[in-house]
């Protein structure tokens, strides 16, 4: 398949719903030819609204599809509130030392106020913090939090 059949097929794929999606993908089926798959696979990705790259998650997000993959306890909560006309919703994820949950090993939040906030960046408190003269830690991405547990 040439760049060229990509390009249009991505342009299109961008300006489908899931229902125009679906007609133009039985439409491409007709054809049964060795880029029917390619096209569908292009088409299906921008069509659905399930699809999600890493550029497109939140650092939090991030930070929660590894502690997933990883088999970490930590618990999620996402509170969204809009206070006169101003977005004041709080998302947080505390991340603990044990199975049960008893002991939390760092806090992981994302909120207006919240160091990072702006930009989307994460501020820390608990025991993977490195500063030495405060409790908690801003303006960090989920990969360097990652990297912090892991050492």
Partial sequence: MTNTTFKKADELAKTLNNEQAEIFCDFIRSFGNDITEDILQ??????????????????????????????????????????????????QINVYK??????????????????????GLLEIMGDIVESEYDDVEGWLTAEEIIDRMEK
């Fill in 98 to 119: 044990d199975q049960e949950k008893t002991a939390l090993w760092f806090d992981a939040i994302c909120h207006p106020g919240s160091y990072g906030y702006e930009a």
């Fill in 42 to 91: 292009i088409v299906k990705g921008f069509a659905s609204d399930e699809v999600e790259t890493a550029d497109d998650m939140s650092e939090l997000d991030k930070l929660q599809k590894y502690l997933d993959d990883k088999g970490i306890p930590y618990e999620r909560t996402d509170t969204e509130r809009v206070f006169d006309g101003m977005d004041m919703s709080r998302h």
